[in-house]
């Protein structure tokens, strides 16, 4: 079993259902999917980068991603409807579990100046989204093969009614939260 998954049953479902005063264990919250998305605006010129992206986006999820196409046209961006405009993949299961447990202990502490992640991106039923500057801080990707520095967003997608609820998860988990006494 994961390691992190082993520790969402052992340790954080029984603290959350104390802690949220849910009776019965199935309506605990709990991580459903991630998401992690590239946007690609210049591939709309350049089929190439595409296939360079979707390698090593199929490398650190561990499955083929898909492209996503623009659903209008927009003149003032240049841009065609069904042009290709991104990649995105959905992580479940094992998966997601393997990814969170690499992006909490490897590849967070590897940011510069890290202090901790802000607790402001969480959505109002308890998803949170986290945007990377760079793709190099994750152990898979080439340094060597990467022609331009791309970003990315990771959606955690939470059962959680509420940010509360959905936060509290989060760091039951794992995720180095930045302390309240740290904002500047």
């Given at each position: ?10 340790h954080v479902l029984p603290k959350l259902q104390e802690e949220l005063g849910i009776k019965n264990q199935l309506g605990v919250p709990w991580v459903e999917k991630i ?150």
């Open positions: 079993m994961n390691r992190l998954k082993d520790k969402y049953k052992t998401i992690l998305s590239i946007g690609l605006g210049e591939a709309k010129d350049d089929k190439g980068i595409l296939e360079k992206v979707m390698n090593y986006l199929g490398a650190l999820a561990g499955q083929r991603p898909i492209i996503t196409y623009a659903k209008k046209s927009v003149a003032g961006f240049k841009l065609s409807a069904g042009a290709p405009v991104g990649i995105m993949v959905s992580l479940r299961g094992n998966k997601m579990y393997s990814f969170l447990d690499k992006l909490f202990n490897i590849v967070l502490p590897k940011v510069r100046d890290f202090r901790g992640i802000s607790s402001d991106s969480f959505d109002s039923q308890g998803n949170f989204t986290l945007g990377l500057r760079e793709q190099l801080i994750f152990p898979e990707v080439d340094y060597k093969q990467i022609d331009k520095v791309r970003g990315m967003a990771i959606t955690i997608v939470t059962t959680a009614k509420d940010k509360e609820s959905g936060k509290k998860l989060l760091e039951y988990m794992g995720m180095p939260f930045r302390k309240e006494s740290q904002v500047t």
